[in-house]
């Protein structure tokens, strides 16, 4: 596509459309605020305004919105036209910078944990300058952060440019401290790789639970699954390619750097890889990537499934957030360089990761829970729910020589052969990769496994960026006063890589061993969300966001009783789901079923003595025993649904009650359910199969 460069970003308001449409001194007022964090006056908002309303208007726009993030999961915007009547009928197109900065939508039906009454409607949105507006299906949408009238923060991107700003804070006061005066700026950088599956939407259509839950709540494995390992970056099929094709096409035009594509280990399961980009364009990118991935299939007649487990007995879906740290100067604070072992500068901020992690370990487990990645954590394809690093055995060397105060030896990059005239010798890389694990180190930043693919990565790394920055602040208050900053540093980073050595390990993560021996080291192994959860308001955590001006006491608690909440909505709509299906669709096929395989023994009998009946008689034994247990189960389930009030003192209480009581029943009910589906025939059976849904693209 040669272009290529001419479209890419031809939908965004970027730098290029700036310089263009604004007075230089406004472009340089705007990028002082995007670059700096320079407030920006309501005069230059109105020309500012004015261009992008200009801009968005020969591009076929007629409406705006305020683009946000509430604690939904999902985005929200509400369209409003640039039309003002001026009289006799008449209207002009106008957008000021009033319109431009705030907002007003009702906030009355968006979770606020309490914060707020249902009768209290008003709430703000504010524009982000930081992330460019863009335009789509005839819309100017226009990035935006959300608060209640009483101004708490009620969504995901406030907490992360608080938490960028916090962590460039302390880290730029690092850097000063070891000489590197020129640098005014650093910046957390984010690459999130995205899962996903694509089914049929005639098959998608006929699946109540899918519609409803984004996953499968009854259904048999295929006779084939991933066990071949023929599908991960296999041929990618016409179909799919065709998608991907288009998908690449609608994000490159707004400005999004996805690079990767291929297929995913599991059947029907895709992956595509962005360029990394600053944490908030990021998070921007990768919810408007997942809103174009689903628009884009509608178009191919293919569903976009972004839940963590649609599908039992096969891969999952994650999103893997690679993160690091880097200066306006163009260094990134995470590469160790080829002299590791004299690099103090990487060394201090990689000591600075390794604590942040192994104290607040409990909050990046937080961060990555949900329903639908409690089915995926600690599968094939996830890491566990126990948080450890990952170095390598080079970086790992590199910590064990610091401690011990012995020589560091690094491997180096070692020149593979391959034995073949015709194909070139390489450098190979001085670490393995360990998909095991939650928090790995790949050569210059750290890529955090844990995500769910459907997972907003603002909370990853909001708490993330606080947590270092955290250290950071800890360590210049440590160093600050040394007479010899060298000598000073060495001493921390020997203390610091000695005492949280317990959260690195480079082994497999998979194992039993490794269970028992992270309980040792103090570890946590939080498997669910309601467990999970009990931690998130402890006081260490409580303080650290405080303390760093990310969110106060009641924005945390307001945070702790909305995921809470979401959590129990999630799992009863599920388990009605699965009543519905149950009653009105699965316990008539195979009764159905039943009744057929008896009405055709019978005409064999009254036919003939000597007419074998065995294989009809014996499936309705079996199949009518489990009947009677799944009616069973599916009475059970309702009783334990019904029985839900009685644990509503605390929404903490109610999501462990719906835990270990509603989800143990439905996954009862599923394996009867299962069972029953291979010994049905297809055409009474109400759904499509796994065949069907997995090999149907």
Known sequence: ???????????????????????????????????????????????VANAMKDWAVEKGCTHYTHWFQPMTGVTAEKHDSFISPVGNGKVIMEFSGKELIKGEPDASSFPSGGIRATFEARGYTTWDPTSPAFISDGSLYIPTAFCSYTGEVLDKKTPLLRSMERLNSEAVKILHLLGKENVRRVFTTVGPEQEY???????????????LTG??????????????????????????????????????????????????????????????NTSNIATDHNELTMEVMKKTAEKHGLVCLLHEKPFAGVNGSGKHNNWSMSTDTGENLLEPGKQPENNLQFQLFLAAVIKAVHEYQDLLRITVASAGNDHRLGANEAPPAIISMYLGDDLGALVDSVINGTEYISKGKVKMQTGVEVLADFKKDTSDRNRTSPFAFTGNKFEFRALGSSLNIACPNYMLNTMVAEELSEFYEELKDSNDITAAVKALVKKVFTEHQNIIFNGDNYTEEWVL????????????????????????????????????????????????????????????????????????AVSSFVKTLTDTALAKKALSDKIPVSVEENLVFDLSEKLVGFAEKTTELETAVSKAGEYSESNLSLAKYYHDTVLAVMQELRNIGDSMETETASQFWPYPSYTDLLFGV
């Open 1 to 47: 596509m040669s272009q290529l460069p001419e479209m890419f970003g031809s939908n965004v308001f970027n730098d290029q459309v700036m310089q263009e449409k604004l007075p230089k001194e406004t472009y340089k007022a705007l990028k002082k605020t995007i670059q700096n964090g320079e407030p920006l006056d309501i005069s230059l908002a109105n020309t």
């Open 197 to 211: 599956f694509l089914i049929d939407k005639e098959m998608y259509d006929r699946r109540e639970d899918l519609k």
């Open 215 to 276: 996953r499968t709540l009854f259904g048999a494995k295929a006779p084939k699954g991933q066990e071949l390992e023929d599908h991960y970056f296999g041929s990618i099929k016409s179909r799919v390619s065709a998608y991907m094709k288009d998908l690449d096409s609608e994000l490159w035009k707004l400005g999004i750097y996805s690079k990767t594509k291929h297929n995913e280990v599991a059947p029907s399961q895709h992956e595509l890889a962005p360029i990394f």
């Open 517 to 588: 021996e992270a309980e040792k080291r103090g570890l946590y192994n939080l498997k669910s969300l309601p467990e999970a959860y009990a931690h998130f308001m402890d006081d260490k955590n409580v303080q650290l966001f405080v303390k760093n001006k990310i969110c106060t006491k009641q924005e945390l608690e307001a945070r702790y009783e909305i995921e809470l909440e979401a959590y129990v909505k999630q799992l009863n709509i599920e388990a009605l789901t699965m009543l519905d299906m149950s009653k009105k669709n699965i316990l008539p």
